[in-house]
């Protein structure tokens, strides 16, 4: 049952060929056999079981939408109510959110079945999985390897089979680089397109909720339930959302793909050059033209970006004082003392390192120097991407510079692990939409390639994301666990 994709299951739950319930235990038995991969940090396991109970019911009035009834996982940074919800860290290891986040509440009230939570780097700041309080996720295909952050428990669960679809937020990268590092689809939408509300902040201008699942048809589905305007998100666009299946089979001929040379340069990996050079070849079979495109202010999208979402993270987690939520220190003298105490034993080193940051680039005297400068550069990185964007329809890239590194190879040197993100981070800052497809495999690990989009073109990238995938099988092998 878990090889099956998200129509074919809703199939087999119409015609009775399974129920809702024995599917959910199916997967929680799964979730068990594979629990050394650390992927959940908490398997909600009666809460599934009653959601397939209720899903069961609807079925059976022939009201069910294509997700009643289907079991999936949510990034622990998603508030689900009653339930245990940490994004990572210590400092929220016994919080109950209070609430559920809007795409909890949209994915609730399909009767979608969820399985529980699933590990993340520690607020999401990561490129890894290792910053998490629980520990790093371990990648299906080879255990010694990252699964990615930092949504690396979200890709791992669906690479390992453990859920059908998840959520996963990228703030400069999450869904995308741990798609990639596990062999399967994520999609993160253009900023504003997937509610915020409930979705714990890192950093808000850059922060967006989306999809991962095996296959873009399975993606697309998920984005669908996910997406659309929210009143208690104030970014979160009034648009209407797409049926984001409907273009999945339209022909790519015409499509013009433009090729960053910033991005294709001699320094990439060959093996990652010719990975990619085939997939591009097949994307000529099915039509489409490749061009070269410039985009000289690239450079910069890493310092820019670890300026502003360390400056943003910086005010975001301020509310973690150890008075509202989560840790509390034993025995304060005073107010000083819970401070600095709940917040230091609370968070990881990454996250005080960000903090530390983001507050010096904020203060006095350094704002103009650092915030301001970052956020003109944001600016001249959005227009790179608008010029190349009005030449071409999609930005092909790497997603990663290598494929998963080993567990402990990189997460002593912070530098070393910022450069993993150069090709995802500057997609956030322009607040663009972008995918990752699986795209071959390199010793053995997967291998992903981005294909960035303009504003709300998530049906056209979840198309070409498709098209590839009807000649290929890369998104179809499974590790062997
Ligand atoms: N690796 C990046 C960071 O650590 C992006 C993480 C993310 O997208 N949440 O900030």
Redesign the pocket.
Known sequence: MHTKSITELAQGLRTKEFSSVELTQHFLTRIKQHADLNAFVTVTEDIALHAAQRADARIATGTADLLTGIPMAHKDIFCTKDVKTTCGSKMLDNFIAPYNATVVEKLNAVGAVNLGKLNM?EF????SNETSFYGAVKNPWNKNAVAG???GGSAAAVAAQLAVCVTG???????R?PAAFCGITGIKPTYGRVSRYGMIA??SS??QGGSMARSAEDAAILLHAMAGFDAKDSTSVDAPVPDYCADLNKPLTGLKIGLPKEFFTADLNADMTATLDAAIEEYKKLGAEVKEVSMPNLKYAIPA??VI?SAECSSNLSRFDGVRFGHRCKNPEDLTDLYTRSRGEGFGK?VKR?ILMGTYALSAGYYDAYYLKAQQVRRLISDDFKNALSEVDVIFSPVTPTPAFNIGEKIANPIE??L??IY??AI?LAGLPAMSIPAGFINGLPVGLQVIGNYFTEAQLLNIAHAYQQVTDWHKQTPSL
């Open positions: 780097d999401a700041m990561g490129s952050g930092s949504s937020t990228d703030t400069g990268g999450s869904i680089q890192y950093a850059l922060d970006y670890y979402a990454e960000r692990m910022y993993a993100d995802t981070i956030n």
